[in-house]
Every structure is written in structure tokens, then in C-alpha cells.
């Protein structure tokens, strides 16, 4: 069987959940695979002409040219930034006659998987052009909560098509199980995971002893709540509080002096860096955006042993009982909670065998999307 994939972000990126579906489907003896890079799906804003680095704490390190394996094909597609609006499909539809004839040729010549994980009117003809090939939409965001005005309201709208047409629907959340619950004869909750395979090996967990660090790996955006970051900081002062990646929104006040800022880094340099935590941190707001959302950060924390203070948000929010899991707000005791987390810690079995439960191969093998090999 062969894989057409309409990607969430280019090939040319840091691997995620797209990356490693199309990994482990060609991992399991499946032949090629055409992955179709995104193009804009919304109107342009101010903030995309203006976004420069304000400070030098805001740095991003930007994947180079990731190796593309000869059983994978990328396609570029063409477009207007101009989805949103009615009619802009037989627009770019002129761009896109090259990219569809791929598509067609790809689809004709065997048995073919259609996978659209993001919603775009590209993907939208395809789909409607090819109604007896296999489809599935992995819906791993709520994709209309990163726009605003029509375009997120196209959004919505294209998505709801793609929902109704595919034969299979995976969800990567709890909250993204129960928007879609009309389709709930084809939908599959497939929660994320982590490259366990990628991870050094298991060790005792302990951090007893030593300085505490709670440490963060992440882009910093919006979403990222610096209020209770703020208030951990300064009802722990004699605790570290280690925040990696890049920063595209800064506090408004002073930084508590036991919070550090790194830059961005790769995945491995990445890895080695959490092992210096004692704690992992996921302070997130709660909002329409994060209501949806399974972290890929708590399975990479959980799988090192470590335990984790995370917001009430997502998929979060309901692994309150979870051993290794604390979450917290602004009105909770902080300086009592981070001495409760400081003196948990996992044994290397649970370690090992979350590992083996929660690896991404584990997952997709489970969904029931193929056959057993």
C-alpha cells in the first residue's frame, strides 16, 4: 500500500506526530510515500511582515536540510494566501494542476492510503476527486482556534468536510474525541506519544539531593502562562526554574532572577537537557486552543523519569491522578506542592514500561489503522 500525506508543517521541520506516522507506515513493510508539504490556509496579518527577534533571548534554530529517504517524494504546492475567501479554490486551482496530476498518478498506480492531517482545500479536491480510496483525517490540533475572523471560520468549515467525507478519523485528544462525536463510528482516539526509541537508557529517576531544576522545552507563545511561572518562581526562590526554545512572547515585568532563559536547540541536545531537570513543567493557559491538546512534552518528561507540574488544560487536565502527576494554578500552596513533587520519583520499571506502552509505534500500531504484521 502506497501513502499520500497532507501535511501540517513542512517535511524540512522537527519530526512530530506526522513524521512519525509516515516512519512507522513505511516501517511496517508499506512502499512509497508522497508527503505534500502545507501552503497558507489563511489571510495574511500584520504580524507576519513584522515578525523580527525583539531581544536577543528570542532565538529559534531552524531545521536545515532534513535527508529525505528515497521511499518519500515532497511536494511543494503553490498557492494564493488567499484560502479563506469564497471562490479561491478554482484560483489556485491553476497553481495546483501539477501538484494534482502528482497526486492523481501517485493514487492510480496501487493500492493507496489518502491521509489529510490539516484541512486545506488542496486536500479537500483530492478527496473529493478519489471517494473510493481509503481516507483518514488525523486531526491532531483543533486547527480553527489558531485563526480568527473568516479565516477561522473557513477553517471550521473545511474541516467539517473533511470529517464527513474521510472513511477513518483519528483525534489526538479527549476534548478533540468530543467535538467529533457525531462521527463516532469511524473515530479512533489516538493520543500522542513519544520517540522512544530516540531516548538514552533507562536510569534511576531519583533527583534527591541536588539542586532542583523545573525545566521547560518549548516554543513560548501565547499560550504559555508566565503568571504562574512567575508565581512558582518567586514562592520557590532557592529552586531553578529552566526554560529552553524559542520565545515569541515576553512577561511584561521583571524576570524573577531564578528563572533562565536558553535558546532553542535540536532535538538531542534537547533530550540531554531534560535530563538535568528534577522536575518537568508544562504551564500552559487554558484556553480554546489548549483545550485540545495531548503535549507531546509530558510523554518525552514521563518517559525520563520525570515527574511533572503542569496547568489544568487538555488532555492534562484529566491526568490529575496519574502517579508523577501534579497540576497546579495560581491559587494553589506552590511552595508546598514543588517540596511534594521534589520527593517523588519513579522506579525503573514503571519507566521502562512507559516507554513501551507509549511509544509512537505502540500507538499507531494500536489504532487499528492497518492490518496486523
Not at 498557492?79 to 496530476?101: A, F, K
Not at 467529533?180 to 531516548?199: D, G, M, P, R, Y
Not at 536558553?262 to 532535538?267: E, G, I, R, V
Request: proline letters at 6%; hydrophobic letters at 40%; one cysteine or more.
Amino acid at each position: 500500500m502506497r501513502l499520500v500525506y497532507f501535511s501540517p508543517l513542512p517535511w524540512n521541520s522537527f519530526s512530530q506526530r506526522s513524521h512519525e506516522f509516515v516512519e512507522w507506515f513505511h516501517s511496517r513493510g508499506e512502499e512509497e510515500i508522497l508527503w505534500i508539504d502545507p501552503y497558507p490556509t489563511r489571510l495574511p496579518e500584520l504580524n507576519d511582515f513584522r515578525r523580527v527577534k525583539k531581544t536577543r533571548l528570542v532565538s529559534e534554530i531552524k531545521s536545515s536540510s532534513k535527508d529525505v529517504p528515497e521511499w518519500l517524494t515532497v511536494l511543494n504546492p503553490k498557492s494564493l494566501p488567499i484560502e479563506p475567501l469564497l471562490g479561491s479554490g478554482y484560483i489556485n486551482r491553476l497553481l495546483w494542476n501539477d501538484t494534482q496530476q502528482k497526486v492523481n498518478d501517485f493514487i492510480e498506480k496501487d493500492e493507496c492510503l489518502l491521509c489529510i492531517a490539516k484541512p486545506s482545500e488542496l486536500a479537500l479536491q483530492v478527496l473529493e476527486k478519489n471517494p473510493k480510496v481509503f481516507s483518514l483525517y488525523d486531526a491532531m490540533d483543533d486547527f480553527p482556534a489558531f485563526y480568527g475572523g473568516i479565516s477561522k471560520q473557513a477553517m471550521a468549515r473545511r474541516e467539517r468536510k473533511v470529517a464527513s467525507k474521510v472513511s477513518q478519523l483519528f483525534v489526538s485528544s479527549t476534548m478533540l474525541a468530543e467535538r467529533f462525536a457525531i462521527h463516532q463510528s469511524k473515530l479512533t482516539l489516538v493520543l500522542n506519544a513519544c520517540a522512544a526509541n530516540l531516548l538514552p537508557p533507562v536510569v534511576n529517576a531519583s533527583k534527591q539531593g541536588g539542586k532542583l531544576v523545573l525545566g521547560y522545552v518549548g516554543t513560548i507563545g501565547h499560550w504559555f502562562d508566565w503568571a504562574l511561572v512567575f508565581s512558582i518562581a518567586r514562592t520557590n526562590p532557592s529552586v531553578t526554574i529552566r526554560l529552553i526554545g524559542p520565545v515569541y512572547v515576553l512577561p511584561k515585568e521583571a524576570m524573577p532572577t531564578n528563572i533562565e532563559l536558553l535558546p532553542a536547540c535540536d532535538h538531542a541536545i534537547a533530550i540531554q537537557a531534560m535530563q538535568e531537570f528534577s522536575i518537568g513543567l508544562i504551564p500552559f493557559k487554558c484556553t480554546e486552543l489548549t483545550a485540545s491538546v495531548d503535549p507531546i512534552k509530558y510523554y518525552e518528561y514521563r518517559a525520563l523519569g520525570l515527574p511533572i507540574i503542569s496547568s489544568h488544560f487538555g488532555e492534562m487536565a484529566l491526568r490529575g491522578d496519574l502517579d508523577g502527576v501534579f497540576l497546579v494554578d495560581n491559587n494553589s500552596d506552590l511552595k508546598n506542592q514543588i517540596e511534594n513533587v521534589a520527593t517523588f520519583h519513579f522506579e525503573k520499571f514503571d519507566v521502562q514500561k512507559f516507554r513501551i506502552e507509549n511509544s509512537w509505534h505502540a500507538r499507531f500500531n494500536k489504532s487499528g489503522i492497518l492490518a496486523p504484521v
